[in-house]
């Protein structure tokens, strides 16, 4: 059994770290009736004065409602953190998913400030979108990445406009702008 454990490898540590904080972070909210999530893992506008609201705006990623909230955005970063964090290292993908997680927050305090805003919804967009530059050649748009902002991001901006779900669509499209602005900054290398 010993030699079998020795033989797992802990692949993409930013990702699979994430993963497992995240997991930590619901069963935290589980045990205190969702007191932990809304002081620590969702973003909202608050006092200036506030300490927290600094640290929540990167946390608000950790956060989710409920198992099914934390499978469906998981699924997909455990689908696509790895193979990103192959191609651009460990330190760039926790570089993406702070940005991200950044600006995200941001936007929702600025345009929603009352709405708190929890889950990786943004960041499972943000690796969707970073994904079609797997094969990113210089002086060339892969058609990939045309085909998946169509998809993933017009999928957003039209459900956007036609549903009043509780899913933040806004977040979904900035995440994806992020992995573009990223992807294409990763692979100039001129930042990072």
């Not at 540590?13 to 620590?40: C, E, G, R």
């Not at 530059?133 to 999928?155: D, E, S, V, W």
Request: with cysteine; net charge neutral.
């Amino acid at each position: 059994m010993e030699k079998w454990i020795k033989r797992i490898d802990y692949n993409a540590p930013v990702t699979l770290t994430f993963a497992l904080v995240a997991l930590l972070v619901l069963f935290l909210s589980l045990i205190t009736y969702d007191k932990s999530t809304y002081l620590l893992f969702s973003v909202y506008r608050s006092s200036l004065m506030d300490p927290l609201a600094y640290i929540r705006i990167f946390t608000h990623i950790l956060g989710h409602a409920d198992f099914q909230h934390l499978f469906g955005n998981f699924g997909y970063i455990l689908l696509l953190g790895p193979m990103l964090e192959e191609k651009y290292g460990s330190k760039k993908m926790l570089i993406a998913i702070l940005i991200t997680a950044f600006v995200t927050g941001l936007i929702q305090i600025i345009l929603f400030p009352h709405n708190p805003l929890l889950g990786a919804s943004g960041i499972v967009f943000m690796m969707i979108v970073m994904s079609s530059f797997a094969n990113f050649k210089k002086g060339f748009i892969p058609l990939t990445l045309i085909l998946i902002a169509c998809l993933y991001l017009g999928q957003e901006i039209y459900t956007g406009f036609v549903s009043s779900d509780n899913i933040s669509q806004l977040t979904h499209i900035v995440g994806g702008v992020v992995g573009l602005i990223l992807g294409f900054q990763f692979e100039k290398n001129d930042y990072f």
